[in-house]
């Protein structure tokens, strides 16, 4: 009986390693396909850095150095920079001398700048100051929180506070510090951003209603005109479209109006409002230069960052990859800049004039002199013709 059982014995071990054979296969076959994917984006970065026309040692421009912790609180702002600190603001030369400061408390200081203005405020906190180049303007306290802030060509400052009473409140102040409007968002839903057109005589704010199944969003457009009584701000039109998404940056382009998503473009133009047909799959940062919009995208996550160009008649004028990783953006007249990994692209109007390699890693650019860039890097405050 015991050798009729010996014999009866069925040996299973083969299926097991044909099994284990078939997972081994399939994982060596995931991690080439991860191998081959990880190749092609590393050596797409590669080509995206080489190449440039000119390498410069940050250290050796002019300007002055200082520690990384102290160089992520300038700002380039004019002819000099701004620092920003939880307690003072203090406008430098580019050779690090003092121009004038003031003392603030701030808990999350911000700063926007455009042209000779700039407003620095306190994110999520009560109180915002705009300065020019010369002095401290004023300092305002807020009743609410305020959530984002915008200053127009004329120094017209936009200031977005919550609020417990409305979906958000909508402040405008004038050079002065004058106030010259205060609106509350109650039907259009949460004030999100806003932009003035280039004489400053309009004001369009994106909101979105999140109340109901569906979110709603809208553009608000105000009329701001000189009366005798000074600057009269009027609600003009109010604008929206079927589709649920979130216009999170609003540009002014001629007498239309660029709504821009996380991967579309919508065009306000006399009284309708219609998608364009434009392919970016993940809009990053969106600059207006001039009469020509600079728009940087990928086509997903971890994909190379993409340049577009596009002007008023949406026509795309440029597109290039540019590299991996967005550090910085700056504009003056039809002169655009963008810092990308360790390289800088000039371009003007839509064609690339210059293309620099660094050193240092660079953290804000601003153009002073015309043509020349003031860099913030790692290392401290550089000039670059």
């Known amino acids: 009986m015991e050798n009729k059982d010996k014999n009866n014995i069925k040996i299973k071990t083969p299926a097991r390693s044909t099994k284990s054979l078939t997972v081994v296969v399939c994982v060596l076959a995931a991690v080439l396909v991860i191998s081959i994917a990880l190749i092609f984006v590393v050596s797409q ?35 000099g920079v701004l620092k920003v600190t939880n307690e003072r603001i203090s406008y430098l030369t580019i050779s690090g001398n003092d121009i004038y400061s003031s003392s603030i408390s701030y808990q999350n200081p911000q700063c926007v700048t455009f042209g000779d203005y700039a407003v620095v405020f306190d994110l999520d906190g009560y109180a915002f100051t705009l300065v020019d180049t010369d002095k401290v303007l004023y300092s305002k306290p807020t009743e609410n929180k305020i959530k984002a802030v915008d200053v127009s060509e004329n120094g017209t400052v936009a200031v977005i506070t919550d609020s417990d009473s409305s979906y958000g409140v909508l402040l405008l102040y004038d050079v002065n510090g004058t106030p010259l409007s205060q609106w509350s968002s109650y039907n259009s839903g949460y004030p999100i951003s806003c932009a003035f057109n280039g004489d400053s005589s309009l ?21 701001l005109t000189e009366g005798d009584k000074g600057t009269e701000v009027a609600d003009n039109a109010i604008f929206t479209t079927e589709d649920s998404v979130i216009f999170s940056t609003l540009y002014f382009v001629g007498d239309k109006i660029y709504c821009f998503t996380s991967n579309s473009v919508y065009q306000i133009s006399g009284t309708e409002m219609s998608k364009i047909d434009f392919d970016f799959s993940s809009i990053n940062r969106v600059t207006l230069v001039g009469d020509k919009m600079y728009i940087v995208y990928s086509d997903g996550v971890s994909q190379l960052n993409k340049l577009a160009i596009i002007d008023g008649n949406n026509t795309v004028l440029y597109k290039s990859d540019i590299g991996s990783e967005v550090n910085a953006v700056c504009t003056n007249g039809d002169l655009y800049a963008i810092s990308v990994d360790k390289r800088i692209f000039i371009y003007r109007g839509s064609a690339l004039t210059d293309d620099i390699s660094v050193d240092e890693d660079i953290l804000r650019m601003g153009f002073i002199s015309g043509d020349k860039l003031c860099v913030v890097s790692s290392g401290g405050v550089h000039t670059v013709n």
């Open 45 to 79: 970065k590669i080509d995206s850095l080489a190449g440039a026309d000119k390498q410069l040692k940050l250290s050796g421009q002019s300007g002055f150095s200082c520690e990384y912790s102290e160089a992520q609180k300038l700002y380039p702002f004019s002819e």
């Open 203 to 223: 004001l369009a704010v994106s909101t979105l209603n999140t109340n109901g199944a569906v979110v709603v969003p809208y553009v608000r457009l105000f009329t």
